[in-house]
């Protein structure tokens, strides 16, 4: 491997018991195994910095270092990365799984092509247990849109690219991937390999279910409304420093909040919160987000059946569109930065 092909895998971790160890494990197992594996722990108080310091004692490949403070998921975001030292950096979140070849994909479609700056990856949803409970979701690769395609920690993208892009921004909370993504996109090419080489857990612990509801809602507003001016081809960075923000915030916040507890398993309780909170107006996004919030209350099972259904159409659709292992370009309607 040359010294451009050095690869940091970087894993913040909160309280990420008892996920920890088969996240940690995915990484060690890859079948490309010349990487360091730099973990931040971010002030855990569930004994994961213990469990993280035995696997540091068992594999040199890992660095570990230990916050005082809880500097939350932008700032660990930005403090892992910054004690990478590869030019290649891989992220990995402390709660998922990833398939053993995911790098050694990753890496090959770096390898002489250095306009691309990205390379992320399709993935699955599994619970508690590990068990898949929703599949990739291939359609979105077929369409035009602002909408990164693939989680956070599916990543792996160049540390030149990442700077000039500007890095995490604390703006973004919640949503600081997305925004990342997006800054990087106009800086170098971003693909996407179509198949599921990761795994997203959801569970009743994540960061964004652990948070306080006004914070997450008031984040993922800002999200919606950085995509609608995405979608018009122009910026927001004026909105992350200059915009107090709304009262009422879109309707779609509340099914993405409640998304996470329901294929958790749980029973998300949002349609008051929507009513009380949500912009609600005579348009499909309105009616939309109250159909779901009280199906999800009243019956979750049959709302993830259907919701399982409807992925699978979607995706049955794009199939022939997406010709798979073929990686796809993502880009969102936004212009490139000249160098």
């Not at 998304?259 to 949500?278: D, E, N, Q, T, Y």
Request: hydrophobic content about 40%; charged content about 30%; overall charge positive.
């Amino acid at each position: 491997m040359t010294g451009n092909e050095r690869i940091s895998v970087v894993m913040p971790v909160h309280n990420a018991l008892p996920h920890l160890d088969a996240a940690v494990r995915s990484i060690l197992d890859q079948t490309h195994r010349d990487f360091e594996f730099v973990i931040y722990d971010d002030a855990s108080t569930d004994g994961s910095t213990e469990q993280l310091r035995e696997w540091a004692r068992r594999d040199a490949r890992i660095l570990l270092f230990e916050g005082e403070r809880n500097l939350g998921p932008v700032g660990s975001s930005a403090n892992v990365v910054e004690h990478s030292t590869a030019p290649l950096v891989a992220r990995m979140d402390a709660d998922d799984v990833c398939s053993p070849e995911r790098l050694t994909r990753q890496l090959e479609l770096l390898r002489g092509r250095p306009e691309v700056g990205v390379v992320g990856t399709l993935f699955e949803v599994i619970d508690d247990r590990g068990r898949v409970i929703r599949g990739p979701e291939i359609w979105r690769l077929g369409r035009r849109t602002p909408f990164v395609p693939f989680a956070h920690g599916a990543m792996l993208f160049r540390r030149t690219v990442f700077d000039q892009a500007g890095g995490y921004r604390r703006e973004a909370e919640f949503w600081e991937d997305q925004d990342l993504v997006v800054r990087m996109a106009a800086v170098a090419d971003v693909l996407v390999i179509p198949l599921p080489l990761y795994r997203v857990r959801q569970w009743t612990k994540s960061t964004r279910v652990a948070s306080s509801r006004e914070r997450v809602e008031n984040a993922v507003d800002l999200m919606y409304r950085a995509v609608a001016r995405l979608e018009r081809g122009e910026g927001y960075d004026d909105l992350l420093f200059n915009d107090p923000g709304p009262a009422r915030v879109d309707p779609r916040v509340f099914i993405s909040a409640g998304s996470i507890v329901l294929w958790a398993g749980g029973r998300p309780r949002l349609f008051g919160r929507l009513l009380k909170r949500g912009r609600l107006k005579l348009e499909m996004r309105t009616l939309t987000a109250l159909v779901w919030t009280a199906w999800a209350a009243l019956y979750p099972s049959s709302l993830r059946t259907f919701l399982g259904i409807l992925l699978r159409a979607r995706n049955l659709r794009t199939r022939n569109k997406i010709p798979r292992p073929t990686p796809v370009r993502w880009s969102p309607p936004v212009k490139k930065i000249d160098d």
